[in-house]
Nanobody, 115 residues
């Protein structure tokens, strides 16, 4: 079955770092565009970072210079390295995969940045 499983969320202090992982199964990971989204309480779900099958990346302005998305195709895993974390980064982070006309989501992982 198609599945995305996120891990790595937790509680971190302002200025700290965290690395999120999303491991995929049930589809051709190498052909998929992989993204991280986040949703804070009462807010819309917003794109944080995306990496295409070519390795090309893009980031939300709010995280540029602080977050890095990368993928390891041999492990069918995409990562989000988050540095210099701020309280406004607090949200549930979701992994997303897009290929052809398909879009699938992980269950989400909570990231809380304490002030």
């Amino acid at each position: 079955q198609v599945q995305l499983v996120e891990s790595g969320g937790g509680l971190v202090q302002t200025g700290g770092s965290l690395r999120l992982s999303c491991t995929a199964s049930g589809f051709a990971f190498r052909n998929a565009a992989m993204s991280w989204y986040r949703q804070a309480p009462g807010k819309e779900r917003d794109l944080v970072a995306r990496i295409l099958s070519t390795g090309s990346t893009n980031y939300a302005d709010s995280v540029k210079g602080r977050f890095t998305i990368f993928r390891v195709n041999s492990k069918s895993t995409v990562y989000l390295q988050m540095n210099s974390l701020k309280p406004e980064d607090t949200a549930v982070y979701y992994c997303n995969a897009n290929w052809a006309t398909v879009s699938t989501w992980g269950q989400g992982t909570q990231v809380t940045v304490s002030s």
